[in-house]
T-cell receptor, first 110, second 111 residues
């Protein structure tokens, strides 16, 4: 079983839509959680950290459910520029050992 | 953007040859990492460094070695490249667990 699992998609949505991604992790001792964004043939960039209380950054909302061992990312009012692959990241062993999901691809269409 | 460069950006080599990839940072961050990214696997940690001459293994360290003789440079060496090491290699740096900044990547093809 992979440490971190994501639906690879692709998710194809129209501009203005709301879209949600989930990610499950296998190690209940995981401490830190993140969402990264990766554009095609580019490096990953941190989108947001995920806290136990949940957090929001503009149109993006991240939630953590420790009981069910998943994290989620909600994007409201999708923009064309949101088209990218979204990577779920967990640290199951120590904070330097980040485990990445394979990513969920999002395409936002006009 | 964080000051991270990787060299070379693209490399084609033959099976059995040694290959060294370089990561250089201008941010003076303590931690440096090497990842590989393959379809269906996401990024996987190869090795990381928590200071000059201080390194540790990651999830997929077999066949790779690293060295860090200066804060700004972290080298990844494939002693004898194999076709299974064809991948995109990313270096990352961080000063805290909150954020890792990634370099632009190196595309390596082993024939």
């Amino acid at each position: 079983r992979k440490e971190v699992e994501q639906d690879p998609g692709p998710f194809n949505v129209p501009e203005g839509a709301t879209v949600a991604f989930n990610c499950t992790y296998s190690n209940s001792a995981s401490q830190s959680f993140f969402w990264y964004r990766q554009d095609c043939r580019k490096e990953p960039k941190l989108l947001m950290s995920v806290y136990s209380s949940g957090n929001e950054d503009g149109r993006f909302t991240a939630q953590l459910n420790r009981a069910s061992q998943y994290i989620s990312l909600l994007i409201r009012d999708s923009k064309l520029s949101d088209s990218a692959t979204y990577l779920c990241v967990v640290t199951p062993y120590n904070n330097n050992d980040m485990r990445f999901g394979a990513g969920t691809r999002l395409t936002v269409k006009p | 953007d964080a000051g991270i460069t990787q060299s070379p950006r693209h490399k084609v080599t033959e099976t059995g040859t040694p290959v060294t990839l370089r990561c250089h940072q201008t941010e003076n961050h303590r931690y440096m990492y090497w990842y590989r990214q393959d379809p269906g696997h996401g990024l996987r940690l190869i090795h990381y460094s928590y200071g000059v001459k201080d390194t540790d293994k990651g999830e997929v360290s077999d066949g790779y070695s690293v060295s860090r003789s200066k804060t700004e440079d972290f080298l990844l060496t494939l002693e004898s490249a194999t076709s299974s090491q064809t991948s995109v290699y990313f270096c990352a740096i961080s000063e805290s667990v909150e954020t890792q900044y990634f370099g632009p990547g190196t595309r390596l093809l082993v024939l």
